[in-house]
């Protein structure tokens, strides 16, 4: 097995369904709105294609196009697919560890005062009802558009767990408040 990283299992992905050049895949990245749930920059496009082409799971070839500059291409192998298949069944069977810079926060919070940290908490609440707003548009945009489970999935999930944290947090504000005797 060829291991590949989330961002190479990202563009691989794209290039499952059909061969791609590099604006090209730009643009189905912005139109699937993966920069939600992906950490992919479109500088890193092209370096991550030349790093999928140099473990054999793209190839690529020169296509003249009339009236424009020739482009480059990318297909997936079959190599490509296989380790496709098998990224996506890692990713799914197992729940791994999330560095979240959120819980630094929550190691040295006790340089602040209480009453700095609520402050702080009850800003992450209202930023994070800012993000519940769009998730719960997109989804509400994905169903209206008919699309298949899985993109919704994608706008849903982080929906849900954002919910959660958000109780989460309100309870550890009450915790700090009660301790704290504020």
């Known amino acids: 097995m060829v291991r590949i990283l989330d961002l190479e299992a990202a563009v691989l992905g794209l290039l499952y369904e059909e061969p791609q050049y590099g604006y090209q895949l730009e643009k189905t990245i912005e139109g699937w709105g993966m920069r939600n749930?992906?950490?992919?920059?479109?500088?890193?496009?092209?370096?991550?294609?030349?790093?999928?082409?140099?473990?054999?799971?793209?190839?690529?070839?020169?296509?003249?196009?009339?009236?424009?500059?020739?482009?480059?291409?990318?297909t997936i192998t079959e190599l490509g697919r296989q380790t496709m298949k098998e990224?996506?069944?890692?990713?799914?069977?197992?729940?791994?560890?999330?560095?979240?810079?959120?819980?630094?926060?929550?190691?040295?919070?006790?340089?602040?005062?209480?009453?700095?940290?609520i402050e702080c908490?009850?800003?992450y609440v209202e930023s994070a009802n800012g993000r519940i707003?769009?998730?719960e548009s997109s989804v509400k945009m994905q169903e209206e558009l008919g699309a298949p489970y899985y993109v919704v999935a994608l706008f849903s999930r982080p929906l849900a767990n954002l919910k959660t944290e958000i109780e989460w947090v309100k309870e550890f504000i009450e915790k700090i408040k009660e301790e704290e005797n504020i």
């Open 37 to 74: 749930w992906t950490q992919i920059g479109f500088s890193s496009i092209y370096y991550v294609l030349k790093k999928l082409e140099k473990k054999e799971l793209v190839e690529s070839k020169m296509e003249k196009v009339k009236g424009k500059p020739s482009r480059k291409v990318f």
């Open 87 to 117: 990224k996506i069944t890692d990713l799914l069977s197992w729940n791994k560890k999330l560095i979240s810079p959120f819980d630094l926060g929550l190691a040295y919070l006790n340089y602040l005062e209480p009453p700095e940290v």
């Open 121 to 123: 908490l009850e800003n």
């Open 133 to 135: 707003k769009f998730l």
